[in-house]
T-cell receptor, first 110, second 113 residues
Framework: QQQVKQSPQSLIVQKGGISIINCAYE??????FPWYQQFPGKGPALLIAIRPDVSEKKEGRFTISFNKSAKQFSLHIMDSQPGDSATYFCAASFYSTFIFGSGTRLSVKP | KAGVTQTPRYLIKTRGQQVTLSCSPISGHRSVSWYQQTPGQGLQFLFEYFSETQRNKGNFPGRFSGRQFSNSRSEMNVSTLELGDSALYLC????????????FGNGTRLTVT
């Protein structure tokens, strides 16, 4: 019940395309859902986050879609760029406890 | 504002030895969490400290321990190192309140030979 399932494990997208990463959770106590971006040799950096009272949040080219009834949320990267190539982690949190997905390695081809 | 600082960046140790990793959180952050990152297991939660007290603990053996000082700086210790302890150890700080995001350091890469 504490798991967060993330898919796909890896993703290859052409420059200008849309990248979509999905996550699912079981525990309805989770009330905060951040996404992190990690480049090689660096720690994960907060990208965007959403709370379950909102169905969508957009920041620039990054959008989180949240489906509370299905217990699923996804990250959409519009107009994907080679600089977006990184590993992306979703997470679910209640209070100060964070459970991370297994990560998605995104490669954007020029 | 300075970010989360972890030292050292790289460590090579021998099986059976012990190691101490250090983390300086963002100024004003009272919570420090530690994660182990490996290619196969992703980000695994070790423990969280808040105001010098361990508030949460993950499912790791007792060889993994930590502490937090009054200035919020934290250390993590691993005793009797095993080959499987080779990983990137990440420290994250936050305000420690509900829905406070984690801010990660760049990690310490530990290699056990």
């Amino acid at each position: 019940q504490q798991q967060v399932k993330q898919s796909p494990q890896s993703l290859i997208v052409q420059k200008g395309g849309i990248s979509i990463i999905n996550c699912a959770y079981e525990n309805t106590a989770f009330d905060y859902f951040p996404w992190y971006q990690q480049f090689p040799g660096k720690g994960p950096a907060l990208l965007i986050a959403i709370r379950p009272d909102v169905s969508e949040k957009k920041e620039g080219r990054f959008t989180i879609s949240f489906n509370k009834s299905a217990k699923q949320f996804s990250l959409h990267i519009m107009d994907s760029q080679p600089g977006d190539s990184a590993t992306y982690f979703c997470a679910a949190s209640f209070y100060s406890t964070f459970i991370f997905g297994s990560g998605t390695r995104l490669s954007v081809k020029p | 504002k300075a970010g989360v600082t972890q030292t050292p960046r790289y460590l090579i140790k021998t099986r059976g030895q012990q190691v101490t990793l250090s983390c300086s959180p963002i100024s004003g952050h009272r919570s420090v969490s530690w994660y182990q990152q490996t290619p196969g297991q992703g980000l695994q939660f070790l423990f969280e400290y808040f105001s010098e007290t361990q508030r949460n603990k993950g499912n790791f053996p007792g060889r993994f321990s930590g502490r937090q000082f009054s200035n919020s700086r934290s250390e993590m210790n691993v005793s009797t190192l095993e080959l499987g302890d080779s990983a990137l150890y990440l420290c994250a700080s936050s305000l420690g309140q509900e829905n406070s995001p984690l801010h990660f350091g760049n990690g310490t890469r530990l290699t056990v030979t």
